[in-house]
């Protein structure tokens, strides 16, 4: 009975990747692809353009582009007609560098600043500026693109700048300098996870080595941006190269764990050309240059990664100081930095030319699958399951969704989820170095969204918690606690005192919600409202994929995960799997917090049902990842009738 069961697991997980992965092909990858063909031989900005706001609005803001100068002030037109023109947020990635001035209503005060000022370039209209407004100045008549509204520029004086175009040689180059970034981020991350920790495997050092080190650097360029050194290549290099050097320093004092390391990795799991494990990496390795090519090629697109991330990222590299967050993308300085940090560094090696940094997305989603792999493995989970279970989560196609388009999502469902899982390998191994690096990724969760502090906090409240009821293993507080304290403490004394919270979305959601529950007004519809649009879309998806605002099409994953789960969550028995018992428990704190501050915004957010269809599943993606883990390990263990599946997860620790 027992291989028959396993059997037909692997068969579902098998007819779950096929499914999933014709629907992505179907509804995501082939029609975007075909887009990217249309304008794969435009540059950066117009292929976004092009795809976030339709071929005619491209062909306005190329125009725009071509005949004014860098360091333009462009005034926007009121809002109207112009629709998304209208909004500074909106534009100010498409026009980079210039700079913006919303008008909202011409009688404004910014408004009629701005048209008296002999320097403003402004978005001209059938009937704006009224006439006599701008007397003088001259002006320049738009080419037809399609968008009547647009009638050309008023401005002191235009430019002829050469139509940008696409060039090859220029691409390959950026290509190049783009991969020596990322090598160099592989690099400085392993020397700084085998420092701390020391012994790891290849499959290891690959999923956390990228993360880590891009998330460690942009902090240390955050620091000395805040004491007033400007950020640029000669101080990106020479803080990567600190950190490198010392630690590697480290990790050749003690050079016998690298070599013990080298060895495990190279003595594996037996030979490497079995066809089911080639099969398996070469749908893995399509998967992944599929993610890879279409990242690259719809550049970005989508409103998070347009309006906050990217260009917000460009900003800092453009003016070499964090204090740039405040005026470039939404939200100011209210978010952390650690993803426009990351952006900013490409932008500062070849303006982001391809752009490089839409390499980090697909990257990070392969973090995440091998962070489910290597768990599952140290657990004793049979090679073939961990694999296909890993290779399930890649293909659903929300994960590949997050792995193409630029949200910080995936990147915090990353540091979240590796932190959980090698706080227990730390605890269950007795190591104090797993324990700090599990702390360390941690606080990057926090350095990556505001909300990632309540969810660290609560992790080592529920750690110590499951530490106390399973009384196995060794918990240490202050390995987890400093280094989360210390990089998420520096971000939040820094925009405490800076008064950035003040205004934000996060401060205004605590004040409404505190202000109404203490006025009685307790309102619980909202949970109701999030289960069922949430259990809703999880069957039937909020939007299709092509074209999308934001995926939320899940697959194949809930009918999976539930019944594996279904069948086997007696296999987390406080007595028998401490580690899954903890495992659980964090799994229910994760969804818990992820429902509560959905709840809360439900005091002050405005058509909050469409809220939670496109955002509170991507928000989710940190619960379903551990689900997955959970429901294959606990398959495996009711597979296998493992009487104690207790572990210490195969790691040497200190």
Known sequence: MKPRLKQVWMVVLVLGIAGQTGFLLRDFILPWGWRVKQVWDQPRITRSADMSLGGQSARLIEFVRRVTPEDAVLLLPPEGEPGRFSLARSMQYFFFPRQLIECG??????????????????????DFPAPGAVDGKPFLASPPTGMEWFKGLYGPGFVDRPEEGFDLRHALG????????????????????LAIARRFTILELLCLSLPVGAGVLTWALFLISWIGIRLNSASNAFVCLVLLITSAFVVLR??????????????????????????????????????????????????????????K??????????????????????????????ISLFHTVDADYLPGSKLLYPLLGLSLCLATYTFLRRQKVEEGMAALASLF??????????????????????????????????????????????????????WTRPEGILYCLGILAVLWVGRLAVRHGRFAPAALSIPMAVIAG???????????????????????????????????????????????????PFQAMFPAISATAWGAFFPV?????????????????????????????????????FYVRSYSRPGYEDFIERSFPRAFLPTAVLMLILAAWAFDILVQRRPNVDTAGGIAGE
């Not at 950026?174 to 991350?189: E, M, P, Q, S, V």
């Not at 990242?295 to 260009?311: E, H, K, N």
């Not at 919600?513 to 109701?528: E, H, K, P, S, Y």
């Not at 069948?567 to 818990?592: C, D, E, I, T």
């Open 313 to 342: 990222g460009y900003g800092l590299s453009q003016e070499g100081t964090i204090l740039a967050a405040a005026n470039w993308g939404a939200h100011g300085l209210a978010y952390p930095l650690n993803v426009p940090l990351q």
């Open 393 to 446: 989560l890649g293909s659903v196609p929300i994960v590949f969704f997050h792995s193409t388009d630029g949200f910080a999502n995936l990147p915090f469902t990353f540091y979240l989820v590796a932190g959980i899982l090698w706080s227990l390998e730390g605890i269950q191994s007795q190591s104090t170095r797993l324990q700090a690096l599990a702390g360390l990724l941690l606080g990057l969760a926090a």
């Open 490 to 540: 520096a971000w939040f004394v820094f925009t405490l005192t800076g008064g950035y919270m003040h205004g934000s979305n996060l401060d205004e959601g605590m004040s409404v919600f505190v202000a109404q529950v203490l006025a009685g007004r307790i309102d619980l519809t909202a949970m109701w409202i999030i289960i069922r649009v949430f259990a809703r879309g999880t069957i039937f």
């Open 105 to 126: 209503a011409p009688e404004t005060d910014p408004c009629t600043r701005a048209l008296a000022s002999p320097d403003t370039y402004i978005l001209a209209t059938t």
């Open 174 to 193: 950026a290509g190049l300098t783009d991969l020596g970034l990322i090598f160099g981020l592989y690099l400085l991350g392993a020397f700084l996870v």
């Open 561 to 597: 995960v539930l019944i594996s789960l279904a069948l086997g969550l007696r296999s987390f028995h406080l007595k028998y799997n401490p580690k899954g018992f903890m495992l659980f428990l964090q799994l229910l704190w994760v969804a818990g917090i992820n429902l509560a501050i």
């Open 254 to 311: 003690h050079r016998e764990f690298l070599g013990a390391s080298l060895g495990r990795s190279a003595r594996g799991p037996g030979p490497i050309f079995i066809f089911r494990r080639v099969l398996i990496l070469s749908f893995a390795a399509g998967l992944l240059g599929l993610s890879m090519a279409l990242s690259i090629g719809t550049s970005y697109r989508l409103y998070d990664p347009v309006q906050i991330w990217s260009v």
